[in-house]
Nanobody, 123 residues
Framework: QVQLVESGGGLVQAGGSLRLSCAASGRAFRSYAMGWFRQAPGKEREFVAAISWSGGTTYYADSVKGRFTISRDNAKNTVYLQMNSLKPEDTAVYYC????????????????WGQGTQVTVSS
C-alpha cells in the first residue's frame, strides 16, 4: 500500500513557476513508477508526466513538454513536478499517482492516487 500526499499548489500569474511535491509513504517507493495527472473543471483527467522507478525514463504530455520537469528523490520518497512558463490553461487539480510497473501515460495503470492539489494560473 502506498499513500501519496501532494503539496505546492497555489495561485500564480501566467509566465510564473510552481513546484509540486508528492510525499509517498509505504514500502518499496523506489520500485514504483510515479506520475502526475490533472483535471480542469468540466474536463476529463489527463496525463501530465511520468517517471520510472530509477528516474532514468520520463514521459510528458505534448502540452507541457519543454515547460514541466518531473523528477524524484528515492532517498526522500518524494516526486516533484517543476512547472515553468505557466499558462492559464494549466489551471487544474494536479494528482500524484503511483504503480508498481513501467512508467506510462495510461491512466488505468495507476492504482495509487493522492488527494490532489489545486493550481490556478491567472492571466
Amino acid at each position: 500500500q502506498v499513500q501519496l500526499v501532494e503539496s505546492g499548489g497555489g495561485l500564480v500569474q501566467a509566465g510564473g513557476s510552481l513546484r509540486l511535491s508528492c510525499a509517498a509513504s509505504g514500502r518499496a517507493f523506489r520500485s514504483y513508477a510515479m506520475g502526475w495527472f490533472r483535471q480542469a473543471p468540466g474536463k476529463e483527467r489527463e496525463f501530465v508526466a511520468a517517471i520510472s522507478w530509477s528516474g532514468g525514463t520520463t514521459y510528458y504530455a505534448d502540452s507541457v513538454k519543454g515547460r514541466f520537469t518531473i523528477s524524484r528523490d528515492n532517498a526522500k520518497n518524494t516526486v516533484y513536478l517543476q512547472m515553468n512558463s505557466l499558462k492559464p490553461e494549466d489551471t487544474a487539480v494536479y494528482y500524484c499517482v503511483a504503480h508498481g510497473g513501467w512508467a506510462t501515460e495510461v491512466i488505468r495503470e495507476y492504482e495509487y492516487w493522492g488527494q490532489g492539489t489545486q493550481v490556478t494560473v491567472s492571466s
